[in-house]
């Protein structure tokens, strides 16, 4: 069974185009994020939600609004591709939002903006 | 700035020999997680271990151990009898207050059979 599952796993795009990325968990977990991974290999928080709210959102453009049905589920939105949104986006869940939660991740899914 | 620093961006050993990847971070909090990840050719990020800052017992699983030193504010990574299969994108991380995550910049660990 898969716990933490992204779809689609390769999205190719052209540029301006609003595309996005679901995610599902079905560990039971309060807390689900998202993390880009650039071609550098860096990994950076973009949100995290806990129970349906909103608890981090750094900086990303505003482009990018994640959504959250339920806790199961945490997708991303973004609008206006750019090439720079070029990356591996990963979803990641745990079961609080402390310092004690353990994340565990996707698979990952590569956006590439063309 | 950065949290977590993983100085050896690549690392390659010979099959069987041992290899250590090296983790500082840097925090305030005196309550805080450590965090080993693996992310094989695959792409999908593998949890290793999570390590609480007031437990600087090292710990040991199979052929990994880490050792953790607050004194240096290192979490270091040691593979035994290393085999290919190892060979991998290994991400420290710090987990802190508010659940904000930071992850180093990764170690690539290719083992030569």
């Known amino acids: 069974d898969t716990a933490v599952s992204q779809t689609p796993k390769y999205l190719v795009t052209q540029m301006g185009n609003d595309k996005s990325i679901k995610c599902e968990q079905n560990?039971?977990?309060?807390?689900m994020y998202w993390y880009k991974q650039d071609s550098k290999k860096f990994l950076k928080i973009m949100f995290s939600y806990n129970n349906k709210e909103l608890i981090i959102n750094e900086t990303v453009p505003n482009r990018f609004s994640p959504k959250s049905p339920d806790k199961a589920h945490l997708n991303l939105h973004i609008n206006s591709l750019e090439l720079g949104d070029s990356a591996v986006y990963f979803c990641?869940?745990?079961?609080?939002?402390?310092?004690?939660?353990?994340?565990?991740f996707g698979p990952g899914t590569r956006l590439t903006v063309l | 700035a950065q949290k977590v620093t993983q100085a050896q961006t690549e690392i390659s050993v010979v099959e069987k020999e041992d290899v250590t990847l090296d983790c500082v971070y840097e925090t305030r909090d005196t309550t805080y997680y450590l965090f080993w990840y693996k992310q094989p050719p695959s792409g999908e990020l593998v949890f290793l271990i999570r390590?609480?800052?007031?437990?600087?017992q090292n710990e040991i699983s199979g052929r990994y151990s880490w050792n953790f030193q607050k004194s240096t504010s290192s979490f270091n990574f040691t593979i035994t009898a290393s085999q290919v299969v190892d060979s991998a994108v290994y991400f420290c991380?710090?987990?802190?207050?508010?659940?904000?995550?930071?992850f180093g910049t990764g170690t690539s660990l290719t083992v030569i059979p």
């Open positions: 991380a710090l987990s802190k207050k508010g659940n904000q995550f930071y």
């Open positions: 990641a869940s745990s079961q609080g939002a402390g310092v004690l939660d353990t994340q565990y």
């Open positions: 390590r609480n800052s007031f437990d600087e």
């Open positions: 560990l039971g977990h309060d807390t």
